[in-house]
């Protein structure tokens, strides 16, 4: 009876504590988020970028963004795409371009370290057909992670460049979008299926790195 009487005594204090330390995260997250979005406010100002693409104010706009995060949590990853160009129509498509083979190129890094981290001598042809099938698996990713790329916001200034030769102005756009690690994790898997049919040798890499593909990468380095 005496055992039952501390269990339940037990329960009710982790009860009592635990929505507490949810307050108290949520708070500092808040808080955090805060922070961010006042540096983020006056790195624009100091930068001279413009929202673009929007007719809300900066304010609005950077706040909906970290709702987004906040809502998303964990989940979320926030990956930035760059332009350049005298022509401001091409610039969000060309950003969109930029983020795919940024967020590819770190997808074929993290697949290089985790296997050279997983085996010192995993690359043993020298025909280097490892660091082949990593280049194709790049390819792959960017092509199935455009449909995961949710834009959030743009931003756009105005700089000196050169134009038809001579010195002009030019604009230059960043965008920042949010990946969903959910949806992103099966992108990096169809990506890695689709790079196994290049060769035997790639269907090869491909079984032996499947694994940590679709850990999403999630390991101690």
Known sequence: MKGIITKLALIALLLAVCPATSVAQSKALSKAMKKEFQAKKKELKKGG?????????????????????????DDAVVVMGTATSPIKRVLRAQAQTDAGQRYAQQAGSDVQGRAIQ?????????????????????TKVQQEIKGELKESYSIIRTIKGTVNGKQGDIYEMQTYYIVDLKGASQARIRAMQAAAKESEAAQKYAERVSSFIQEGFDYEP
């Open 49 to 73: 970028w413009e929202i673009y693409g929007s007719d809300r104010s900066a304010d609005v706009v950077l706040l909906t963004h970290y709702e987004k995060l906040n809502e998303l949590g």
């Open 118 to 138: 997983d085996d010192q001598n995993f690359e043993e042809d020298p025909s280097q057909s490892f660091s082949h099938f990593c280049s194709v698996y790049e």
